[in-house]
Structures are given as structure tokens and as C-alpha cells.
């Protein structure tokens, strides 16, 4: 692969891989991995260099809940470590359903997962006010018994029950940069930063340290494109076309709009902070920071928004 193509971004949501509540298994992900994986592979046949990113939530919800279950027996998974098994386990995912789509390319490039370590400052105010709720309900009980002994946060949710809360701080550096930047040179193809990366800190001593954090990875993602001077951050969601006034009489789909008039829609209260919001945060961030043309759509019509056919196009 030509090292000097147009190099796209791709995030993938990790609620992306869960098709619904009724398909949560390991190969019930792997199926929807697959089917994302045909349109990124559509993405590499048409010659652009490609680097993927992907979600982690449910599947460290799953991790942690396991651990809970289990802590009466084994001992329980620190959120770090939480994050790097699913980078591992979801990347394994991506790079055999990747290279399985395309065995039969006359040349194909060899897909490799870069466990990713994302730095941030260890003095980021949400370490002080940790609002990222995490892992499953729990009883009021057993939500102070962790408090008191593992030094949790916890909050009550809404009457459903108590949970553990973490910071979500603002990442500041992708730590392994210099590989990604060399894998992708050298023609393969990429997959990095998994759930925003695995938060560290730096210790006095300049040593890192795992963070019982959150990194949000659409943020993350923005980061990664800017420091490679990505030509495309592509923000993979559930829909086709971001929209203003959602689910409302007057809603309207967006084909292409500005750097300014993004920010101005983001003001005025259009995108939701548990949904649109934070993947627009970052297509501003990535377009401030440098980069050139962000792509908002749903997987199966990644090709066809790279012709020109569909999709939210963001530029300066």
C-alpha cells in the first residue's frame, strides 16, 4: 500500500458490536464485527490507508461485572487492566474478521492491534470530581463496603440502584504514536487506541501509571488523527446523517456543513452529551487542530459517504 495515500481515521462505537440485548455473546459481537469489518475493507480497496479505533464500554461493563461475581473467589480486575483486555480481545476481533475479508486480494496488508496507552494529566479535575458512571447497579451496602475498602466513588442513579463512578479526563498524548506511525508508513493496516486507550498517568519520577479512569473515545480518537495528520477522521455511529431538532417534527438531516456552523448547532443544545455531542466535541477539535474533512455516519455507508452519496461531511 502506497505509504503516501490519503490516510483515514475510522472509530467504531463499542455499543456498535452489540446488536441488542439478546445478543451480547462473544460471537454474537464477532458477527457484527464482521459486518462492520466489509466496510473498511471497502474503505482499504479503494486505496486509502486506514487506522482503527473502537469503543470498549459494555464489554468493560462486562469485565467488571464478571470480577464481581467472582470476588468472593478470584481477585477483582483493576479498571487498567480492564481496558487493556478489551483492546486485546476486541482488536483479535477486528483482525481476523479484516483479514478474512480480504484473503482473496492479489495483495493484501497485514491488519495488526497496537494495545494503546493514552496519557493524561494527573491532576485533571475530574479525578477530583468523578462523574463516569461504570459496571453494574448495586445495592447501597455493598456500594459503601467498596467505598470503604477499595476507595470507590459511588453515587445513587436515578432509583436504580448505586454505582461505581470514574474520572473521565482529557487525553493528552497517544504514548505508542512513533509505532502506529511506523506500522501505518510500512503499509499495514492499523487498529489502536481501543476504548480511548488505556488511561496513564505520568508519576514525578516520569515512571506511567495505570488510572482508574475513562477516556472518551471519540476524543481520543480526534487526538490520535491530529497527531498523525489524518486527511479524514471518520466518526462511525448509528446513523446515517447527523440531524438537528431530533426526533422532533422539524428535523433535518445534515449533508455538509462548516467548522462554524457545527459549533454553532453544539450551542444551541442540537446533540445530546450521551450521544452526538462528544463526536462532535472531537470533529471540532480534530478540524481546530489541523485536520481537514470529518465524516459522521453509520458503517454500512462508509464507501458510499466517501463518494460523495451520503453521510455528514464537517469541514473548515
Given at each position: 500500500?502506497?505509504?503516501?495515500?490519503?490516510?483515514?481515521?475510522?472509530?467504531?462505537?463499542?455499543?456498535?458490536?452489540?446488536?441488542?440485548?439478546?445478543?451480547?455473546?462473544?460471537?454474537?459481537?464477532?458477527?457484527?464485527?464482521?459486518?462492520?469489518?466489509?466496510?473498511?475493507?471497502?474503505?482499504?480497496?479503494?486505496?486509502?490507508?486506514?487506522?482503527?479505533?473502537?469503543?470498549?464500554?459494555?464489554?468493560?461493563?462486562?469485565?467488571?461485572?464478571?470480577?464481581?461475581?467472582?470476588?468472593?473467589?478470584?481477585?477483582?480486575?483493576?479498571?487498567d487492566?480492564?481496558?487493556?483486555?478489551?483492546?486485546?480481545?476486541?482488536?483479535?476481533?477486528?483482525?481476523?474478521?479484516?483479514?478474512?475479508?480480504?484473503?482473496?486480494?492479489?495483495?493484501?496488508?497485514?491488519?495488526?492491534?497496537?494495545?494503546?496507552?493514552t496519557?493524561?494529566?494527573?491532576?485533571?479535575?475530574?479525578?477530583?470530581?468523578?462523574?463516569?458512571?461504570?459496571?453494574?447497579?448495586?445495592?447501597?451496602?455493598?456500594?459503601?463496603?467498596?467505598?470503604?475498602?477499595?476507595?470507590?466513588?459511588?453515587?445513587?442513579?436515578?432509583?436504580?440502584?448505586?454505582?461505581?463512578?470514574?474520572?473521565?479526563?482529557?487525553?493528552?498524548?497517544?504514548?505508542?504514536?512513533?509505532?502506529?506511525?511506523?506500522?501505518?508508513?510500512?503499509?499495514?493496516?492499523?487498529?489502536?487506541?481501543?476504548g480511548?486507550?488505556?488511561?496513564v498517568?505520568?508519576?514525578?519520577?516520569?515512571?506511567?501509571?495505570?488510572?482508574?479512569?475513562?477516556?472518551?473515545?471519540d476524543?481520543?480518537?480526534?487526538?490520535?488523527?491530529?497527531?498523525?495528520?489524518?486527511?479524514?477522521?471518520?466518526?462511525?455511529?448509528?446513523?446515517?446523517?447527523?440531524?438537528?431538532?431530533?426526533?422532533?417534527?422539524?428535523?433535518?438531516?445534515?449533508?455538509?456543513?462548516?467548522?462554524?456552523?457545527?459549533k454553532?448547532?453544539?450551542?444551541?443544545?442540537?446533540?445530546?452529551?450521551?450521544?452526538?455531542?462528544?463526536?462532535?466535541?472531537?470533529?471540532?477539535?480534530?478540524?481546530?487542530?489541523?485536520?481537514?474533512?470529518?465524516?459522521?455516519?453509520?458503517?454500512?455507508?462508509?464507501?458510499?459517504?466517501?463518494?460523495?452519496?451520503?453521510?455528514?461531511?464537517?469541514?473548515?
Open positions: 500500500m502506497n505509504k503516501h495515500a490519503k490516510l483515514a481515521l475510522v472509530a467504531v462505537g463499542g455499543n456498535s458490536l452489540i446488536l441488542d440485548e439478546k445478543h451480547k455473546a462473544v460471537e454474537d459481537q464477532y458477527a457484527a464485527v464482521v459486518e462492520t469489518s466489509k466496510h473498511i475493507a471497502g474503505l482499504i480497496k479503494q486505496g486509502y490507508r486506514v487506522i482503527v479505533t473502537h469503543g470498549n464500554g459494555p464489554q468493560v461493563g462486562f469485565i467488571l461485572r464478571r470480577s464481581e461475581l467472582a470476588r468472593h473467589e478470584l481477585h477483582e480486575v483493576p479498571l487492566s480492564c481496558g487493556a483486555d478489551t483492546q486485546g480481545a476486541i482488536g483479535y476481533q477486528l483482525q481476523m474478521a479484516l483479514d478474512n475479508e480480504m484473503r482473496d486480494w492479489p495483495e493484501r496488508p497485514t491488519v495488526v492491534t497496537v494495545i494503546t496507552q496519557l493524561v494529566d494527573r491532576d485533571d479535575p475530574s479525578f477530583k470530581n468523578p462523574t463516569k458512571p461504570i459496571g453494574s447497579f448495586m445495592t447501597e451496602q455493598l456500594a459503601l463496603e467498596h467505598k470503604e475498602k477499595d476507595g470507590w466513588e459511588v453515587v445513587e442513579d436515578a432509583g436504580r440502584g448505586w454505582r461505581r463512578v470514574v474520572a473521565s479526563p482529557v487525553p493528552k498524548k497517544i504514548v505508542e504514536l512513533e509505532a502506529i506511525r511506523k506500522l501505518l508508513d510500512s503499509g499495514m493496516v492499523v487498529i489502536a487506541a481501543g480511548g486507550g488505556i488511561p498517568i505520568e508519576k514525578e519520577d516520569g515512571a506511567l501509571a495505570g488510572a482508574a479512569a475513562v477516556i472518551d473515545k476524543l481520543a480518537s480526534s487526538l490520535l488523527a491530529r497527531e498523525l495528520g489524518a486527511d479524514y477522521l471518520v466518526i462511525s455511529t448509528a446513523v446515517e446523517k447527523v440531524s438537528i431538532n431530533f426526533k422532533r417534527p422539524n428535523q433535518k438531516e445534515l449533508d455538509r456543513i462548516t467548522l462554524a456552523e457545527a454553532q448547532y453544539m450551542e444551541e443544545g442540537h446533540f445530546a452529551a450521551g450521544s452526538m455531542k462528544p463526536k462532535i466535541q472531537a470533529v471540532i477539535q480534530y478540524l481546530e487542530g489541523g485536520g481537514k474533512e470529518a465524516l459522521v455516519t453509520d458503517p454500512p455507508h462508509i464507501v458510499e459517504a466517501f463518494a460523495g452519496k451520503t453521510g455528514t461531511w464537517i469541514a473548515k
